[in-house]
């Protein structure tokens, strides 16, 4: 069955660095994959769609790539701040094109 | 823009008791989507609204759980009996459209749950 994996549960970085957070997939080719921002008692905040003809998309200091052949999406924070210390949640769709699938998330904290 | 409204914000209820949660969407969207989230988990959906029919409930605990979308527009869903393990937040969120790059979703607060 589809499954969405976040590798890291939690990572932690200082100010300034860039944030490098993974999103697997597998048994499914999704067309788009999006990324989401929840903060501590809010809901998903939509950051970034990708579609699966393109390789890489920017906004601000955000970047994400799509790499279809191993299945994965890296999201990328640069010069990252404590402002930044948030989860960050990778969605696809399902099988039959209809729902939006979330993985776990990976929970970033950076330190100045 | 208004966004996607949820009430209440915190609902305690004992176990065997029911309890409803209310959504309002975002203004012309047609999709509407009740998702679960436990805590340290991403959100599951349960059930994906098309105007007002319903486009996937396949992971929706129909035993106990119900949702209905009156006119297309606002929400409910029902939990009765609730459960321990139904404790969560139960996130609403909406789209403009339910397949394709218009499927970017807009979430509300949800609201947290706790089953005593």
């Known amino acids: 069955s589809q499954k969405i994996e976040q590798n890291s549960e939690a990572l932690n970085i200082q100010e300034g660095k860039t944030a490098t957070l993974t999103c697997n997939y597998t048994?499914?080719?999704?067309?788009?994959l999006q990324w989401y921002r929840q903060d501590p008692g809010r809901g998903p905040v939509f950051l970034l769609l990708?579609?699966?003809?393109?390789k890489e998309k920017r906004k601000e200091r955000l970047k994400v790539t799509f790499d279809t052949t191993l299945k994965q999406s890296l999201f990328h924070i640069t010069a990252s701040q404590p402002a930044d210390s948030a989860t960050y949640l990778c969605?696809?769709?399902?099988?039959?094109?209809?729902?939006?699938?979330f993985g776990k998330g990976t929970t970033l904290s950076v330190s100045s | 823009e208004a966004g996607v409204a949820q009430s209440p914000r915190y609902k305690i209820i004992e176990k065997r008791q029911s309890v409803a949660f209310w959504c309002n969407p975002i203004?012309?969207?047609?999709?509407l989507y009740w998702y679960q989230q436990i805590l340290g988990q991403g959100p599951k959906l349960l059930i994906q609204?098309?105007?007002?029919?319903?486009?996937?409930d396949s992971q929706l605990p129909k035993d106990r759980f119900s949702a209905e979308r009156l006119k297309g527009v606002d929400s409910t869903l029902k939990i009765q009996p609730a459960k321990l393990e139904d404790s969560a937040v139960y996130l609403c969120?909406?789209?403009?459209?339910?397949?394709?790059?218009?499927?970017?979703?807009?979430f509300g607060q949800g609201t947290r749950l706790t089953v005593v």
């Open positions: 969120a909406s789209s403009l459209e339910g397949r394709g790059t218009l499927k970017k979703a807009f």
């Open positions: 048994n499914y080719s999704p067309a788009y």
């Open positions: 990708i579609r699966e003809n393109e």
């Open positions: 969605a696809l769709d399902n099988q039959a094109g209809t729902a939006l699938i």
């Open positions: 203004s012309g969207h047609a999709t």
């Open positions: 609204f098309q105007n007002n029919g319903v486009v996937d």
